[in-house]
């Protein structure tokens, strides 16, 4: 058996195009959902208190944010913060 270091990026160890974006937009997801968690929302409740779509957030909770830009990722996460989510 051959074992690998991580980089520390999975993204980047799966030799995955836009690797470092996509770990940076992983984190705005992570830290999303652990926001959301604490105010004890569900999906709907945030998107609608946050303004973003319920498909988009559902997405991004689910990792499919491949589509969407660090800034779109940082703005939601901001709104979160800000509102109090």
């Not at 074992?3 to 940076?24: F, H, P």
């Amino acid at each position: 058996m051959n074992i690998e270091r991580s980089t520390g990026n999975v993204y980047a160890d799966l030799g995955l195009q836009g690797a470092d974006e996509m770990l940076i937009k992983s984190g705005y997801a992570t830290k999303m959902a652990a926001l959301i968690k604490t105010a004890n929302l569900n999906e709907s409740e945030a998107a609608q208190i946050t303004g973003i779509t319920l498909e988009t957030l559902s997405q991004i909770l689910r990792g499919k944010f491949r589509d969407l830009s660090v800034a779109t990722m940082e703005d939601y996460h901001r709104r979160m913060k800000e509102i109090g989510i």
